[in-house]
């Protein structure tokens, strides 16, 4: 997805493989993800993308942690959406391995990632337990 502070900016979907660039975009103020070979279009993820970052991901901290040591969170997460409820705020983020959830709008600019995995779009067919065995099943 593209957050809400993103929708002035030209953007595509996400693809497997896809090099990515984490960076701030004029006009607007969030950050999110941009194509290596085109810095000026918003990447849009769907949530549930694996993406890999090239070194442990760094992000803007508040004040208070700064005066603690930061712990690695890793190179991989996963993509998500928080704040659903709320319209005029970032919903964009990133799940670390640990749990860990950071807004995407907080990482720091010019980290390099790469998509490695899309989120399944189908749904896997629901079972009826009160079906009888030999029952054709669907798709919900």
Known sequence: MCDYSLHTVASRPARVGDALVTKS????????????????VAVCVLPGTEIAFERDVRWSRPFWELLQ?????????RFRQVNVDRPNMHHDAIEFPNGKIV????????QKA???????????????RAQPANAVLTRA
């Open 25 to 40: 975009f004029p006009g607007t103020l969030t950050r999110g993800f941009a194509s290596a070979d085109q810095p000026n």
């Open 103 to 110: 807004l995407l709008t907080a990482l720091r600019p010019g």
């Open 114 to 128: 790469l998509v490695l995995q899309m989120p399944a779009t189908l749904q896997p067919p629901r079972y009826d």
């Open 69 to 77: 040591r930061a712990p690695s969170s890793g190179k991989v997460v």
